[in-house]
T-cell receptor, first 108, second 112 residues
Framework: AQRVTQPEKLLSVFKGAPVELKCNYS??????LFWYVQYSRQRLQLLLR??SRESIKGFTADLNKGETSFHLKKPFAQEEDSAMYYC??????????FGKGTKLTVNP | DTAVSQTPKYLVTQMGNDKSIKCEQN?????MYWYKQDSKKFLKIMFS???????INETVPNRFSPKSPDKAHLNLHINSLELGDSAVYFC???????????FGQGTRLTVV
């Protein structure tokens, strides 16, 4: 079974502070992992995917197969980063399974 | 030029009514999905179609029926609406495995 766990429902940091949004997954094979972001009243959009190994808007995420984690990190949070963040997994099927999301608030 | 568009954006209706939400994509993707985002922002897949064929049908009441007239459209019809159906419904598309999904702007359904 495919499962994605985001343990933090809410995360609040101050501007300029580092931020880490946690994501753990459960899947027996080789997963494809994504981070999606949803700004207030906007559509979900892809932030990054592990296979690309890229940094988007200063965010990075490393797949750790040993810990089955795909945490999202940014060294210096900005107010415009405030949004809902969803970790998602695709495990060899068409289905994209999402975690419950973490609401990030960056305070001035 | 919107890649994945849903109509309507907002829908307020009474319990017991039947309503449809339309989704159209111009990306040429083979796969289309419907997701439900509840009041707690939990996002869950409902259906997935690939080339007009249903390939994923999660545990969704029979009152929900997706219809794909062609590859570019996946509509969601809901019969006998209930209060618990109130949510934001997202349409999304993808092109095969190992690709991301592209989402529509969502339809906020409110059942009163």
């Amino acid at each position: 079974a495919q499962r994605v766990t985001q343990p933090e429902k809410l995360l609040s940091v101050f501007k300029g502070a580092p931020v880490e949004l946690k994501c753990n997954y459960s899947y027996s094979g080789s997963p494809e992992l994504f981070w999606y972001v949803q700004y207030s009243r906007q559509r979900l959009q892809l932030l990054l995917r592990h296979i690309s190994r890229e940094s988007i808007k200063g965010f990075t995420a490393d797949l750790n197969k040993g810990e089955t984690s795909f945490h999202l990190k940014k060294p210096f949070a900005q107010e415009e980063d405030s949004a809902m963040y969803y970790c998602a997994l695709r495990g060899g099927s068409e289905k994209l399974v999402f975690g419950k999301g973490t609401k990030l608030t960056v305070n001035p | 030029d919107t890649a994945v568009s849903q109509t309507p954006k907002y829908l307020v209706t009474q319990m017991g009514n039947d309503k449809s939400i339309k989704c159209e994509q111009n990306l040429g993707h083979d796969t289309m999905y419907w997701y439900k985002q509840d009041s707690k922002k939990f996002l869950k897949i409902m259906f997935s179609y690939n080339n007009k064929e249903l390939i994923i049908n999660e545990t969704v009441p029979n009152r929900f029926s997706p219809k794909s007239p062609d590859k570019a459209h996946l509509n969601l019809h809901i019969n006998s609406l209930e209060l618990g159906d109130s949510a934001v419904y997202f349409c999304a598309t993808g092109q095969g495995l190992n690709t991301e999904a592209f989402f529509g702007q969502g339809t906020r359904l409110t059942v009163v």
